[in-house]
C-alpha cells in the first residue's frame, strides 16, 4: 500500500506502511482480528501509564479525561455528534437497555445465527416475538407490526455483509426501527450511524482497543430508551450523584453511560486516534486487497468460501479442523462451526495471505 497519512510524530506525511509498522510488531502470522485485534504500541504505553497512576496514589482524573477523548474520536468514526454516544461496556449490555425499551408482544426481526450478543437480551425478555430469517431476506422480511430489526452489520461467524441500504427502506416503508451492530465493520468498512435508531459497537476488534469497553449510539431524543443501567456517572454532574437515586441524568447520551473501565478507555483513545490517522477508507482498501489475494488462492487450491464479497473476514467451509494446525504453525485463525475464518486487518500484508495458503496447500 502506497496511501499516505498524517503521522502522529514526524509532523509531515508518512506511509500507510511505515505508520502501521512503527505501531504493530506480531510475533505471528495475526489473521484473527475478527476474534480480537492487536494493540497498537500508543496504546501499549497508554496502558501501562495509567496503571502507574493507580500503583503511585495519583490523582485519576485523567482516566476520566479519556473516556471523553474515546467518545469523541468514536463519535467522529461514526459520523455523530458525541452527545449521541453512550459509553459501555459490551454490546449484550447496550442490547439489553434497548430491549428493556420495547412493550410487552413487540416483534424483532433478526438474521439467522447472528452474534449472541445482538440477539439474546431480546429472548430473555420472555414476552417479546422475536422472529429470525436469513440474513439475505431480512430486508423483505419487515412487516407491519415489526417494532425493531436487530442485525449486525457483518456477520461475525463467516463475514457476509447485511444489506443495510434496503434493510433502512424497508423499516422506514414499515414504521420499524433498526439496531445495527457493527462490531465486525467499524475501523475498515465506512459506518454511518446516523442512517440507523441505534447503533452500537465493541472496540476490541477492528478498533484496536483493549477488552472492556463499547460504544451505542441514539437519537436526539434518546428514541425511547430508559437508563435501566444507569449509576452515578450517569449524571448530569457525576460527582454530585454518588450517593441516593440519580436526581438528574445526563442531557445527553451519557445518561445510558456504564462506570468506565479506566483502564481501558484510557488505551483505546490512542488506539481509535491511530484508525482516524490511518483512514478508514485507507484501511478498507488494504483491508479488501489482503481478504480477494486470499479468495484468489483458495480458488487456485479448490476451496471455495462462503460468498461475501467486499468483506475482510473470509470464512472457508470444512477446513475448520485445519485451526489447531496452522496455530501450532504461527498462523492465528479461528474455527466456526467447521469453517475456517480469516480475518485480514491493517497490520497484515501479502506475506501473511501468501503463508497460510502455503500451509493449506495439498
Known amino acids: 500500500m502506497d496511501e499516505e497519512v498524517l503521522g502522529p510524530h514526524s509532523g509531515g506525511m508518512e506511509t500507510f506502511e511505515s505508520l502501521v509498522r512503527a505501531e504493530f ?16 504500541a500508543r496504546t501499549v504505553a497508554a496502558l501501562a501509564r495509567a496503571a502507574l497512576l493507580r500503583a503511585e496514589g495519583r490523582a485519576l482524573d485523567p482516566l476520566f479525561d479519556d ?8 463519535a467522529r468514526l461514526a459520523g455523530v455528534p458525541a452527545g449521541r454516544v453512550a459509553a459501555g461496556a459490551s454490546v449484550a449490555a447496550h442490547t439489553g437497555v434497548v430491549a428493556a425499551s420495547l412493550p ?49 452489520a457483518v456477520q461475525s461467524a463467516d ?16 414504521g420499524a426501527r433498526t439496531y445495527v451492530d457493527f462490531s465486525q465493520a467499524a475501523g475498515w468498512l465506512p459506518m454511518e450511524a446516523d442512517t ?3 447503533t452500537v459497537c465493541t472496540t476490541f ?89 486470499f479468495r484468489a488462492g483458495l480458488a487456485a ?21 485445519r485451526q489447531p494446525e496452522l496455530s501450532a504453525a504461527g498462523i492465528q485463525v479461528s474455527d466456526r462451526a467447521g469453517h475456517l475464518r480469516v480475518a485480514f486487518h491493517l497490520y497484515n500484508t501479502a506475506a501473511d495471505v501468501d503463508r497460510v495458503l502455503d500451509a493449506l496447500s495439498p
Open 301 to 321: 487450491l479448490g476451496h471455495e468460501p462462503v460468498p461475501a464479497p467486499g468483506s475482510a473476514i473470509v470464512s472457508v467451509p470444512g477446513l475448520g479442523a
Open 67 to 74: 473516556v471523553e477523548a474515546a467518545r469523541a474520536a468514536f
Open 104 to 152: 410487552p408482544g413487540a416483534e424483532v426481526l433478526t438474521a439467522e445465527d447472528d452474534f449472541t450478543s445482538v440477539l439474546n437480551p431480546f429472548h430473555v425478555r420472555g414476552d417479546l416475538k422475536v422472529r429470525a430469517v436469513p440474513l439475505e431476506r431480512l430486508a423483505e422480511s419487515v412487516r407491519p407490526g415489526t417494532a425493531l430489526v436487530a442485525v449486525s
Open 159 to 174: 463475514g457476509r455483509i447485511a444489506d443495510l441500504p434496503a434493510l433502512r427502506e424497508a423499516a422506514r416503508d414499515h
Open 205 to 293: 476488534k477492528w478498533l484496536l482497543g483493549p477488552h472492556g469497553a463499547a460504544f451505542l449510539v441514539v437519537p436526539e431524543d434518546f428514541g425511547g430508551l430508559t437508563p435501566v443501567l444507569a449509576g452515578w456517572t450517569a449524571g448530569e454532574n457525576p460527582w454530585d450523584s454518588c450517593y441516593g437515586p440519580v436526581t438528574e441524568l445526563a442531557g445527553s447520551a451519557r445518561r445510558f453511560d456504564l462506570t468506565p473501565a479506566l483502564f481501558t478507555y484510557a488505551g483505546l483513545r490512542h488506539s481509535l486516534a491511530l484508525v482516524e490517522e490511518l483512514g478508514v477508507a485507507a484501511v478498507h482498501a488494504h483491508d479488501l486487497a489482503l481478504a480477494d489475494r
Open 196 to 198: 440507523y435508531d441505534f
Open 25 to 40: 510488531a506480531p510475533k505471528n502470522t495475526y489473521l484473527n482480528t475478527a476474534s480480537s485485534g492487536l494493540l497498537p
